[in-house]
Nanobody
C-alpha cells in the first residue's frame, strides 16, 4: 500500500506565502504523476498543479505565475510553493499520487487527507 501525507498548511495574510509538502511512502515501485487539488466549501474539487514523470508541469490558470510545483524523486515528495496568496486560495489542499507498487501492478491513485490553507484579507 501507499500512504500519502500532506503538510505545510496554515493561516496566512493575503500576499503571503506557504509551502506545502506531499510525501508518499510504502511499497512504491514507481511514482508517476502527482497533483495538488483544492476544495473550498460548497465548491467542486479542482486541480491546482500537477507534475508528471520528468518535470513536465501543468497549472490552473488561477495560480499560474504564483504557484510552483517541484518533485524530489529520491524522497518521493512533491512540494507546492504558493506565493502572493489571495483569499480565494482558501481551501483544503489535497495531494493525488499515481503509483505502481510492483513492476507488473497497474497504476493506482492514492489520496492524502488534505491540509487546510486559509488566506485572510
Amino acid at each position: 500500500q501507499v500512504q500519502v501525507v500532506e503538510s505545510g498548511g496554515g493561516l496566512v495574510q493575503a500576499g503571503g506565502s506557504l509551502s506545502l509538502s506531499c510525501a508518499a511512502s510504502g511499497s512504491i515501485f514507481t511514482l508517476n504523476a502527482v497533483g495538488w487539488y483544492r476544495q473550498a466549501p460548497g465548491k467542486q474539487r479542482e486541480l491546482v498543479a500537477e507534475i508528471v514523470s520528468g518535470a513536465r508541469t501543468n497549472y490552473a490558470d488561477s495560480v499560474k505565475g504564483r504557484f510552483t510545483i517541484v518533485r524530489n524523486n529520491t524522497k518521493n515528495t512533491v512540494y507546492l510553493q504558493m506565493n502572493s496568496l489571495k483569499p480565494e486560495d482558501t481551501a483544503v489542499y489535497l495531494c493525488n499520487v499515481g503509483a505502481r507498487v510492483t513492476m507488473k501492478s497497474p497504476l493506482a491513485v492514492y489520496w492524502g487527507q488534505g491540509t487546510q490553507v486559509t488566506v485572510s484579507s
